[in-house]
């Protein structure tokens, strides 16, 4: 139904336009409403010169209705547990991460926003500025992703003699694409896919998968787990209970979480959530059922999940800080864990997909209305 509500808003929308003058074929701007290419739309010189002034309204229109018929927008953060603290403000987060006990977030213009602990501080020194377009934590760590594709980290490194490797060896260069942390070791994906780990090496962390194509990673306190191209999950660290070795077999899988615990977690493509590790707080016998679940996360004890309605589920150890105060409601598109408790990223309700439709065919109609007009 969204579809057809930019279809109808493409369609009306290059009326206006070429009633306004400009030469421009309906394909063209159905086009824009699906790929959002304003850039290079609006940067092409025959509709440049052959648009007089008054087209400058319709552009505008053009502008609202891609805007309304958008994707998912950015959310508000939602956090509770027995020891976790009340987080920022602002309807403008896209990403959400956790170290072991400092929550972060990524605002839409790319700049970080941390809170919770800060005995070594990753509140305190975690990037300003903008342009930020990934986060990730670890122990006592906080890693980012520039806008060039470096790598940014921060916390304490204040005692010569136990220096903090997560922020002594961080990798040099650009164009890494993915970030991650857990334990004391930190993850990234370079351009061509392949893994590149740094900080400790207590269970083997540092000893990544070779090859290159991976698409996602994901840090856990004692190992870590890879998505490969087609969707295998590939996992290496601590071994103990098979959280390395124990993955499920076959392609296929979305998403992939690593838990500060024992237990790990992937998402099969039809939305069935997949555990294997050590069953020590419940995380297998309690872990939610049927399809069409569409994020994941983990915390030290404990499992997330966002359900095909945008609400929570939590299944694992429950001291306070993980099922007690569950938040209510929809709309949620991302969630994640730590010792302190939770946080998830509730999206901002797009407007009612009818009118978003209602409101495209009225431009349709004026459209129309004003054709004929013209013509009499």
């Not at 083997?204 to 070779?210: I, R, V, Y």
């Not at 609400?311 to 150890?317: A, E, I, Y």
Request: aromatic share 12%.
């Amino acid at each position: 139904m969204r579809y057809l509500s930019r279809f109808f808003a493409a369609l009306g929308a290059a009326r206006l336009l070429k009633d306004s003058g400009m030469r421009v074929h309906r394909a063209e701007v159905i086009t824009l409403m699906y790929n959002r290419n304003l850039a290079s739309f609006f940067s092409r010189t025959s509709y440049a010169s052959t648009a007089p002034a008054h087209p400058r309204v319709c552009l505008l229109l053009v502008m609202v209705a891609l805007m309304f018929a958008g994707h998912a927008q950015a959310g508000t953060l939602v956090t509770w547990g027995t020891n976790i603290t009340a987080p920022p403000t602002g309807d403008d987060y896209t990403a959400i991460a956790r170290s072991d006990y400092t929550q972060f977030a990524l605002r839409s213009n790319g700049s970080i926003a941390a809170w919770g602990y800060d005995g070594t501080f990753e509140v305190t020194n975690a990037p300003t500025g903008t342009g930020c377009t990934a986060i990730a934590g670890s122990r006592f760590a906080g890693f980012a992703l520039s806008s060039t594709g470096s790598i940014v980290a921060w916390g304490d490194n204040s005692d010569p003699d136990f220096p903090n490797l997560q922020l002594t060896n961080v990798p040099t260069g650009t164009g890494y694409t993915a970030i991650a942390g857990g334990g004391d070791t930190g993850y990234a994906l370079t351009a061509n896919g392949s893994i590149v780990a740094w900080g400790g090496n207590g269970n083997g962390e540092l000893n990544t998968p070779a090859g290159t194509g991976y698409t996602a990673i994901a840090g856990g306190a004692y190992g870590a787990l890879a998505l490969t191209a087609d969707g295998h999950v590939v996992g290496w660290g601590y071994d103990v209970h098979g959280q390395a070795t124990g993955g499920p077999t076959g392609a296929g899988f979305t998403a992939i979480a690593a838990s500060n615990g024992y237990a790990d977690y992937a998402l099969a493509a039809d939305g069935t959530i997949v555990n294997w590790g050590y069953d020590l707080f419940g995380e297998f016998s309690s872990i939610p059922t049927g399809t069409g679940f569409t994020a994941i996360g983990a915390s030290p004890s404990a499992g997330f999940a966002v359900a095909a309605d945008g609400s929570l589920r939590v299944w694992g150890f429950n001291n306070g800080d993980y099922d007690t105060g569950l938040p209510a409601g929809n709309d949620f598109t991302a969630v994640t864990g730590n010792f302190n408790g939770a946080v998830a990223l509730q999206g901002v309700p797009e407007p009612s997909t009818f009118i978003l439709a209602a409101m495209s065919l009225v431009g349709l109609g004026f459209a129309t209305w004003r054709r004929k007009m013209r013509k009499a």
